[in-house]
């Protein structure tokens, strides 16, 4: 049987390398999608079953281009995990420059779409899924944020949307996840070792900051057939961090 396949954004570092790691052990073929050459070099190292290439989430050709090629050179499509996303620097809504604004706007939140646009007429086709990955920052923030926070917002509802648009073919589910420690799934050229306090893993309930596994165990959850009853859902992955009540003492 010929191998499902996965689109990943955003597939080299962070969340989305543990993404392609995880579902290509799992037996995927994952076409990761990253802007950052070195790190996708080192990716597609790690896994026969991974192919890394340069794509910008933020430019229509760009992800037309990626989309094509991988359904050219594979056959199919299952799967697309919109991962692809920046905080940009907190600086007061006042002085907030509209560059910014709409860099982050078009990375993390038009990028979806635009993946979306082009892979839904290839996962009609296999019946195949989408996850989509937004934030705890979608249900609460911290001062200025303001970009980063609206956009996950938006990738909240971008899932139900879609959820319904596509309700005939294609399941469509998001993940929100909470404080994940990602400095040591970087490239090996920016990779540190995590600096976390017992007070850090202490603020979850579950007892420890989440770790990008935890979000590709999910986004493999959502995508496999066990969760063919789920779609427009958004997954909160948080270690219980945003049910915890905080009070000043």
Not at 39 to 51: P, Q, T, V
Request: charged share 20%; glycine share 10%.
């Amino acid at each position: 049987m010929t191998a499902k396949v996965a689109l990943v954004t955003g597939g080299a570092q962070g969340i989305g390398r543990a993404v392609s790691l995880h579902l290509a052990a799992k037996g995927w073929t994952v076409a990761a999608g990253d802007l950052d050459g070195e790190a996708c070099a080192e990716l597609a190292d790690l896994a026969s079953g991974i192919h890394a290439s340069g794509t910008d989430v933020a430019d229509e050709a760009s992800v037309a281009r990626w989309v094509a090629d991988a359904q050219n050179r594979f056959g199919r499509i299952d799967a697309l995990v919109n991962n692809a996303g920046f905080m940009s620097p907190r600086v007061p809504v006042e002085t907030l420059d509209l560059a910014t604004w709409n860099r982050v706007v078009g990375v993390n939140l038009t990028g979806a779409f635009l993946c979306a646009k082009y892979a839904v007429p290839h996962l009609k086709a296999s019946r195949g899924s989408i996850v989509n990955i937004a934030s705890t920052r979608a249900l609460q923030s911290e001062a200025n944020t303001e970009p980063y926070s609206a956009t996950k917002g938006g990738l909240v509802a971008l899932t139900h949307a879609l959820a319904v648009s596509l309700s005939d073919a294609v399941r469509v589910n998001c993940i929100s996840p909470g404080w994940i420690e990602t400095s040591d799934w970087k490239k090996a050229s920016e990779r540190r070792a995590p600096k976390l306090t017992e007070e850090d893993h202490a603020q979850h309930p579950a007892g420890r900051v989440g770790t990008p596994d935890d979000i590709a165990a999910a986004v493999a959850f959502l995508l496999g057939d066990e969760a063919g009853f789920i779609t427009g859902a958004n997954l909160v992955v948080d270690g219980g961090m945003t049910r915890k009540m905080i009070y000043a003492e």
